[in-house]
């Protein structure tokens, strides 16, 4: 379980965060979505330790993650544009990534032959193609056997096959009560993956429920429709 607790962050003059408090249990799946610029990279890197928060706490099952890093290893993270040394090859890659978790883990190479990168293991990173970088990049998230798994983006450049390769993964693993923390801007795609939302706005949470209860509220069945139906109340409610 990750809990989010009344956590501000400030770049400068501009206030990303603002008194953002969020829990994520297992086997639920996370929806994050905003407008740009609303917050959501901040808070997701913020739970990542890549961002300290100027207040509040965070903590991963119980214990504050202020100062820790071994965390990190129940996280699989898989970003919306990987970065790779370009002269690694794939099966170089994926073989150094094994020897720093080091022995003693399950390693689960499952999207690693779905998707077809045993194939390419000697295909440096340089040469491939945005949709075989996110490919890698769904792989290595996946490979450890994480109890937590932040996307951003994931289905982002794949071809069709493969989003349906990845989805029916993210499917599969929150069977095995895994969370899941998704950022897309591709609504059918979140309908279909999470059960929850939190819609971030200006650096507010605006709304954290199941999904299904946003669409009972708006009366619409369709997520992305649902979400503009809940922004145009909240600008009607704003200026009246």
């Known amino acids: 379980m990750i809990e989010v607790k009344h956590i501000g962050k400030k770049f400068g003059n501009l206030e990303v965060l603002k008194d953002v408090s969020a829990s994520f249990i297992s086997g639920g799946s996370y929806a994050i979505v905003g407008p740009n610029g609303s917050g959501k990279t901040t808070l997701i890197k913020s739970i990542l330790g890549m961002v300290l928060p100027d207040s509040g706490l965070i903590s991963f099952d119980g214990n504050s993650i202020a100062g820790q890093w071994h965390y990190r290893e129940n996280i699989g993270y898989m970003p919306q544009i990987g970065r790779y040394p370009d002269n690694m090859k794939i099966g170089q890659l994926l073989n150094m990534m094994k020897d720093l978790r080091g022995t003693g883990r399950r390693v689960d190479e499952e999207l690693v032959t779905e998707l077809q990168l045993d194939v390419l293991f000697n295909k440096r990173m340089h040469t491939l193609s945005g949709g075989t970088r996110q490919k890698v990049s769904a792989a290595l998230a996946f490979l450890f056997d994480p109890s937590v798994l932040i996307l951003d983006e994931p ?33 059918s795609d979140l309908d ?47 200026h009246s």
């Open 192 to 238: 279909e993956l999470t059960s929850d939302l939190i819609y971030l706005e200006d650096g507010v949470v605006r709304y954290s429920n199941p999904l299904q209860l946003l669409k009972q509220q708006t009366g619409e069945e369709k997520l992305g429709r649902a979400i503009a139906s809940m922004m145009r109340t909240n600008f009607n409610a704003s």
């Open 155 to 187: 289905t982002a450049g794949l071809d069709p096959l493969s989003v349906e390769i990845l989805k029916a993964k993210i499917l599969k693993e929150k069977e095995r009560g895994k969370i899941f923390l998704i950022t897309s801007h591709i609504m």
